[in-house]
T-cell receptor, first 111, second 115 residues
Framework: GENVEQHPSTLSVQEGDSAVIKCTYS??????FPWYKQELGKGPQLIID?????GEKKDQRIAVTLNKTAKHFSLHITETQPEDSAVYFC??????????FGSGTKLNVKP | GAVVSQHPSRVICKSGTSVKIECRSL??????MFWYRQFPKKSLMLMAT?????????EQGVEKDKFLINHASLTLSTLTVTSAHPEDSSFYIC???????????FGQGTRLTVV
């Protein structure tokens, strides 16, 4: 199976600074890597994703990079805002529609 | 993104009773639905995967007779927690995926409390 590791478990940044969350995966057959944001008491919300044939993807303040050789991918949030505070999960898709999740990163953006 | 509706958002039940949670894909056909359990401050633990019209595939350690999953249509899957006990109290989340897309979209989650 797949093993997804996520770091750090908690991250505290000042408003306006950048935040980076990193994940590694073990199975080179994984081909799709989504990132989810989960607010307290709610289900995860897909915020950005990347496929294995792409190295980088950006959507406004959020970007994801993928290094297939090293088997790691990262979430980058620039110009952080207090409303970015949440728990973020990375995931890797192995085989057809089986997702493996990282352990989560609690991001706290201080005003 | 696509919309997945989960109901109820919160439920409290007595020990020994059964509870049904519904997961609906509102604007796409969900060929596959996933059920997760999440403990406080923890990641999502996959319980089972269900494909429309066939039996669910349960993860190791998940009791299929206790957590009954039905996926009778392309827009609805249900999870029934049978003979619930306090240790079944948790946050249950469904997600849905379409065969033509790799993305999976999550419901809002159901907070189950067994008293």
């Amino acid at each position: 199976g797949e093993n997804v590791e996520q770091h750090p478990s908690t991250l505290s940044v000042q408003e306006g600074d950048s935040a980076v969350i990193k994940c590694t995966y073990s199975d080179s057959a994984s081909n799709y890597f989504p990132w989810y944001k989960q607010e307290l008491g709610k289900g995860p919300q897909l915020i950005i994703d990347i496929r294995s044939n792409v190295g980088e993807k950006k959507d406004q303040r959020i970007a994801v990079t993928l290094n297939k050789t090293a088997k790691h991918f990262s979430l980058h949030i620039t110009e952080t805002q207090p409303e970015d505070s949440a728990v973020y999960f990375c995931a890797a898709l192995l085989n057809f529609n089986k997702f493996y999740f990282g352990s989560g990163t609690k991001l706290n953006v201080k005003p | 993104g696509a919309v997945v509706s989960q109901h109820p958002s919160r439920v409290i039940c007595k020990s020994g009773t059964s509870v049904k949670i519904e997961c609906r894909s509102l604007d796409f056909q969900a060929t596959t639905m996933f059920w997760y359990r999440q403990f406080p401050k923890k990641s999502l633990m996959l319980m089972a995967t269900s494909n429309e019209g066939s039996k669910a595939t349960y993860e190791q350690g998940v009791e299929k007779d206790k957590f009954l999953i039905n996926h009778a249509s392309l827009t609805l899957s249900t999870l029934t927690v049978t003979s619930a006990h306090p240790e079944d109290s948790s946050f249950y989340i469904c997600s849905a995926a379409s065969g033509s897309r790799t993305e999976a979209f999550f419901g809002q989650g159901t907070r189950l409390t067994v008293v």
